[in-house]
């Protein structure tokens, strides 16, 4: 157990709808990063974020948003959802200073836009 | 852009030791990861390695880097049923902390 977790486990929802997943980091942990894992484009980068603010951005489309709250925990908002979206997602969280570069994966949430 | 490449698939028996290759293009990488999945659950972190070192053992785990080559494998040794995975090669560049992973590689343990 990494000590992420991320809620639901599963998602199943009719394209053009809207869905939020749900991140909560490692206790101490400031920075939160998401994960898209599908079949044709592998893992790839969307976002990061460090105590309360973007840090980073990769492909990240813009019908996709996201933020972090006060209490560290992230939101991922996926809209306008497409069959293509249909993927796992993961959140990593990784502390401050000294130990940043271990980056601690959650268990995901797979998403199924029917 | 960074790119990472790895082999697709590995078979070993069991006792035997695993050896998976990578090799990346970015060369200001700064850390270089192996992560394992195994079936329906999330990425484990197994080790890293720091760009300036050439080995790094941790039980059973050998990581090997060749900066020049920019080349990285990951050995298994005593291979158990249990390795059967399958593991990610990642490396994060020296200007941000995004990791850039590979497509995987699916070890398949045979008795």
């Known amino acids: 157990d990494s000590g992420v977790t991320q809620t639901p486990k599963h998602l199943i929802t009719a394209t053009g709808q809207r869905v939020t997943l749900r991140c909560s980091p490692r206790?101490?942990?400031?920075?939160v990063y998401w994960y898209q894992q599908s079949l044709d484009q592998g893992l790839q980068f969307l976002i990061q974020?460090?105590?309360?603010?973007?840090?980073a951005k990769g492909n990240i489309l813009e019908r996709f948003s996201a933020q972090q709250f006060p209490d560290l925990h992230s939101e991922l908002n996926l809209s306008s959802l497409e069959l293509g979206d249909s993927a796992l997602y993961f959140c990593?969280?990784?502390?401050?200073?000294?130990?940043?570069?271990?980056?601690?994966f959650g268990p995901g949430t797979r998403l199924t836009v029917t | 852009g960074e790119d990472v490449e790895q082999s697709l698939f590995l078979s070993v028996r069991e006792g035997d030791s695993s050896v998976i290759n990578c090799t990346y293009t970015?060369?200001?990488?700064?850390?270089l990861y192996w992560y394992k999945q195994e079936p329906g659950a999330g990425l484990q972190l197994l080790t890293y390695?720091?760009?300036?070192?050439d080995m790094k053992q941790d039980q059973r785990l050998t990581v090997l880097l060749n900066k020049k080559d920019k080349h990285l494998s990951l050995r298994i040794a005593d291979t158990q049923t249990g390795d059967s995975a399958i593991y990610f090669c990642?490396?994060?560049?020296?200007?941000?902390?995004?990791?850039?992973f590979g497509a995987g590689t699916t070890v398949t343990v045979r008795a």
């Open positions: 206790s101490g942990d400031l920075s």
């Open positions: 974020y460090y105590n309360g603010e973007e840090r």
């Open positions: 990593a969280s990784s502390a401050t200073s000294e130990r940043s570069y271990e980056q601690y």
């Open positions: 990642a490396e994060r560049g020296s200007n941000d902390y995004k990791l850039s």
């Open positions: 390695i720091f760009s300036n070192m």
């Open positions: 970015d060369s200001s990488s700064t850390y």
